[in-house]
C-alpha cells in the first residue's frame, strides 16, 4: 500500500521520476533505456557518448557518429559493475532507500513510506468504499486491456504469455511457484476465508462459493496477464528485445518492469496514475475487508 501511494504520486509529475537518472545513480551504473541492446562499458572503452557528464556506450556507434554529434570520450573507465535500469534504482534507492551492504539493523524508519502507510489507513478507517473497490479495479483492467491490444507487438507479449513450454513441467521450482501463487490469490490460510464463512448461513452452499471464487480468481489473473503483457510485447519491440528479457517477478513487476513500460506510451503519467491507482485499491479493499 504504502509504496503504491508513493509510486500514485510520482506519477503525477511532469517527468516520471523512474525514467531519469539521479546524478549519484551514475557511478551505480544508471541507464535510463534499459531494455535497449546496450554494448555496456568496460575498460578504456573508446565508442562513448556523453549525457549528464557520465559516458554511455551504445550498440554500433562510430568514430564519425561521435564526431558529428562534437563528443570526445576516450579511454573512459566505466564505474559501474554491472549497468541497472533507472526503474531498479528508483525503487531501490528512493522508495525503500536500500542499502548498499547488508546491516544487521533494520536502518531509520522511512518517512515517505511511513506516511504512506498511515494516509492508507486513514483511509481504511474514515471510508469503508468496499463495493466501490471490489468492481473498480476491473474497470481499470478493462482500459488498460483495450489500450495494450492496440499497441504495435502486443501479440507477441500474448503469444508469450498463452505459448507453454513444456519442459517447463519438469521443473520442481515451477510448482513451488505456481502453489505459492494459488495460496496467496485465494488467501488460503490466511484466516480470510474463513472470517467470511463466519457471517454465512449454516446452510450456505460452501461448494458452489468455492468454486464461484476459485473461478473468478482464474479469470481476474487472466485478464491481468493480457493486460501486462501486451504492454511487454510493445515494448519488446520498440527495444528488440525479447519479452522474457522485459518481463521480471515479484516486486520488480508492478514497480520496476510494468512501470518502465508504461513510461514509454504516449500520456505516460495518464496510465501510471490509472495503473498505481488500481493497486491502491486492490490494497485498499484487502485491508477494509
Known amino acids: ?67 558529428d554529434q562534437g563528443f570526445n570520450c576516450t579511454n ?53 468504499v468496499v463495493y466501490f473497490t471490489a468492481t473498480f479495479p476491473y474497470v481499470i483492467l478493462l482500459i488498460l486491456l483495450i489500450r495494450g491490444a492496440t499497441l504495435d507487438g502486443a501479440i507477441d507479449g500474448v503469444k508469450y504469455f498463452l505459448i507453454p513450454e513444456w519442459s517447463k513441467l519438469a521443473d520442481l521450482k515451477v510448482w513451488i511457484a505456481a502453489a505459492g501463487h ?39 489473473s487472466i485478464i491481468a496477464g493480457f493486460v501486462i503483457f501486451t504492454t511487454f510485447g510493445a515494448l519488446a519491440k520498440k527495444t528488440g528485445l525479447e519479452v522474457s528479457e522485459v518481463a521480471r517477478g515479484g516486486y520488480g513487476l508492478a514497480f520496476v518492469a510494468y512501470p518502465e513500460a508504461l513510461s514509454n506510451l504516449p500520456l505516460p503519467q495518464l496510465w501510471s496514475v490509472l495503473f498505481f491507482f488500481m493497486l491502491f485499491t486492490l490494497g485498499l479493499d484487502s485491508e477494509v475487508r
Open 182 to 220: 494459488m495460496f496467496f490469490s485465494l488467501s488460503v490460510s490466511f484466516g480470510g476465508i474463513i472470517m467470511f464463512g463466519s457471517y454465512n448461513k449454516f446452510s450456505n452452499n460452501v461448494y458452489g462459493d468455492a468454486l464461484l471464487i476459485a473461478v473468478m480468481d482464474l479469470v481476474t
Open 76 to 128: 573512459v573507465t566505466y564505474q559501474g559493475d554491472v549497468p541497472v535500469p533507472v526503474a531498479q534504482l528508483y525503487f531501490d534507492k528512493t522508495v525503500i532507500n536500500k542499502a548498499d551492504d547488508f546491516y544487521p539493523d533494520t536502518g531509520n524508519p522511512q518517512w515517505k513510506l511511513a506516511l504512506c502507510l498511515l494516509l492508507s489507513w486513514i483511509v481504511v478507517v474514515l471510508c469503508l
Open 1 to 67: 500500500m504504502a509504496y503504491t501511494l508513493i509510486y500514485f504520486f510520482s506519477s503525477m509529475q511532469k517527468t516520471l521520476p523512474w525514467t531519469v537518472c539521479e546524478d549519484e545513480w551514475l557511478p551505480l551504473g544508471c541507464v535510463e533505456q534499459s531494455t535497449q541492446k546496450l554494448d555496456y562499458c568496460s575498460m578504456n572503452i573508446t565508442q562513448l557518448l556523453t549525457d549528464n557528464k557520465a559516458c554511455r556506450c551504445f550498440l554500433n556507434v562510430t568514430d564519425s557518429i561521435l564526431s
